[in-house]
């Protein structure tokens, strides 16, 4: 199974406070954001494990296309610097593997946010880096 959106049950937005997730049930995973800052364009993303909520990787981003889309002239590319990255001493361990699936999530996080369900638009991740 891959990642989907979907609007929390009412049970399970009680427990993870949020309305709507990136969920990948059969992994028991989901992407969970916040927009933070005085700029629309940064967010903090956050997966986590269905079971307990526990943060397995988080990263801030900025969305470049923010700035860009006057230079782009279109509206059908997402592209996120990601930085800040943290993650549980235990979970430095497969750290390879987090990031493969964060990188998943949020490619379907651009794909279903501004543009409905759009399979078509160009998604670009720019490498970790700290700030």
């Not at 969970?32 to 629309?40: K, L, M, P």
């Not at 967010?43 to 923010?66: E, H, M, P, S, T």
């Not at 230079?71 to 990255?85: E, G, I, P, Q, S």
Request: aromatic content about 14%.
């Amino acid at each position: 199974m891959a990642f989907v959106k979907e609007y929390t049950s009412a049970k399970d937005e009680e427990k993870f406070s949020t309305p709507t997730w990136i969920i990948d049930r059969e992994r028991g995973i989901f992407l969970n954001w916040e927009h933070y800052g005085r700029e629309d364009n940064l967010i903090r993303f956050k997966l986590c494990n269905y079971v307990d909520g526990q943060i397995l990787i988080k990263v801030d981003a900025k969305d470049r296309c923010a700035e860009y889309s006057q230079l782009l002239k279109v509206r059908t590319a997402k592209w996120y610097d990601l930085y800040n990255t943290f993650m549980p001493e235990e979970m430095t361990s497969k750290k390879e593997e987090l990031i493969y699936l964060l990188v998943e999530a949020i490619d379907e996080y651009s794909r279903t946010q501004a543009f409905g369900r759009d399979t078509d638009i160009k998604v670009k991740i720019t490498p970790f880096r700290d700030q």
